[in-house]
């Protein structure tokens, strides 16, 4: 993989996950009129993401596995499901912020510490 696809890929993950954690938070104090675009937003955030991330496990570690990269997807799929769960569950905003917020540090963490890799 080339310095200069790697960036890219970079820039690219790291602002789909801003853009998914902004809406996701977005939908918990939403009007419920804004579900459709704001789930739509979500799940194309979501889906680049997933494919960025893949990609770059695929360039920087050739896919093989680590125990931190599973921990990271777990994340990535907490806080995709959570934008949906926002509009449904109003009375658990609360808990479900802290969940998002414990979910994005945690992949933060798994990135920076990689914690598990032999």
Same mark, same amino acid.
């Given at each position: 993989? !080339?310095?200069?696809?790697?960036?890219?890929?970079? =820039?690219?993950?790291? $602002? $789909?996950?801003?853009?998914?954690?902004?809406?996701?938070?977005? &939908?918990? /104090?939403?009007?419920?009129?804004?579900?459709?675009? =704001?789930? @739509?937003?979500?799940? +194309?955030? *979501?889906?680049?993401?997933?494919?960025?991330?893949?990609?770059?496990?695929?360039?920087?570690? *050739? %896919?093989? %596995? %680590?125990?931190? +990269? /599973? +921990?990271?997807?777990?994340?990535?799929?907490?806080? $995709? &499901?959570? $934008?949906?769960?926002?509009?449904?569950?109003?009375?658990? /905003? !609360?808990?479900? @912020?802290?969940? /998002?917020?414990?979910?994005? +540090?945690?992949?933060?963490? @798994?990135?920076?510490?990689?914690?598990? *890799? *032999?």
């Amino acid at each position: 993989m !080339n310095p200069h696809e790697l960036d890219t890929l970079h =820039v690219l993950h790291v $602002s $789909s996950v801003l853009v998914l954690l902004a809406y996701t938070f977005f &939908a918990f /104090a939403g009007a419920p009129e804004t579900r459709k675009r =704001v789930l @739509m937003i979500t799940g +194309i955030g *979501s889906l680049l993401v997933l494919l960025t991330g893949v990609r770059l496990w695929q360039g920087v570690y *050739s %896919f093989h %596995f %680590f125990a931190w +990269i /599973a +921990i990271k997807l777990v994340c990535w799929l907490g806080l $995709s &499901a959570l $934008s949906g769960v926002a509009y449904r569950k109003r009375d658990a /905003a !609360n808990l479900l @912020m802290l969940v /998002a917020l414990a979910l994005a +540090i945690t992949a933060v963490a @798994m990135v920076y510490v990689k914690p598990f *890799s *032999s």
